[in-house]
């Protein structure tokens, strides 16, 4: 399947969702084949699992690795996770940090045009509950402190534990104190905000999903409507195959608005600009 992707022209793959990529007992040979064909690499983690080998590798041959980071306490980490792993969560990304550091020295220089040389962006991802919204601040503060690259939160949607409209304003204080601390290389970003859905998605195209099954989905956000966006299945047909097939089409005209406005899908904001600027030719990019 890698191959078929390389050879469609794919440039990157992310690992995420469905499980801990990590726990895949041949996640370091599959990466390194990706990087072979000539694929960028992103990852999604729970950071609990990365040893200082691992850790070398991963800078090395990531582009990214996003952490889940869901609390600034012990205790509610364990609550939220069910297992009291905190302090090996800050040791992972201290082991990642330092290893990066370590490859930047190798290479003479910690960035290039404003880009690390390189070596993989570390960041983390604070989804906001009621759970654990009074810890952004800190857990800000321990990001910053161990030296990744952003802190990123947003909130959780369709949930029994999701935050109500009447407390967000309660939120918007604690995200003001976490993004007081952005500075030097260190992002703060997110929004509480619904984002806004203009119609059905086409830019799904640009990321579809395959799941550890084989199913192969139009979009990440196929959970509650994985029937109408399975378009196939790798291990019964190429991935060629599936994804110039008319079921393929069939599923992308038959998405509906209304679903995709459920959850806070990034791709809602970049359709505003994708319509504006190519479908609609707003900018004449004839001329740019």
Known sequence: MISDIAE?????????????????????SAVAFMRSRGLKVGMFSNGTLIDGELAEFLVQNLLFLRVAFDSGERETYRRIHGRDE??????????????????????????????????????????????????????????????????????LR????????????????????????????????????????????????????????????????????????????VYEKSFPEIWYSERHFEAFYSTRPKECARFDCPFHEAAVLARTWIVENRKHLEFI
């Open 86 to 155: 905190f302090d090996r969560l800050l040791e992972s990304l201290r082991l990642l940090v330092e290893a990066r550091r370590r490859l930047e020295q190798k290479q003479g220089g910690r960035r290039q045009g404003g880009r690390r040389r390189g070596a993989a962006t570390i960041g983390a991802k604070y989804l906001l509950s009621r759970h654990n919204w009074r810890e952004l601040a800190r857990a800000t503060e321990l990001a910053r402190e161990i030296g990744l690259d952003y802190l990123q939160y947003k909130l």
């Open 8 to 28: 469609l022209g794919v440039e990157g793959v992310e690992i995420s969702g469905g499980g801990e990529p990590l726990c895949y007992p041949r996640i370091v």
């Open 158 to 233: 369709d949930s029994k534990f999701s935050l109500e409209e009447s407390e967000l304003e309660e939120v918007r204080a604690q995200v003001k104190r976490a993004e007081a601390l952005r500075g030097g290389s260190f992002q703060v970003f997110g929004s509480l905000e619904k984002t806004r859905v203009i119609g059905r998605c086409f830019l799904n195209p640009i990321h579809p999903v395959i799941d550890a099954s084989g199913a192969v989905y139009l979009c990440a956000f196929f959970h509650h409507r994985r029937q109408r966006h399975s378009i196939g299945n």
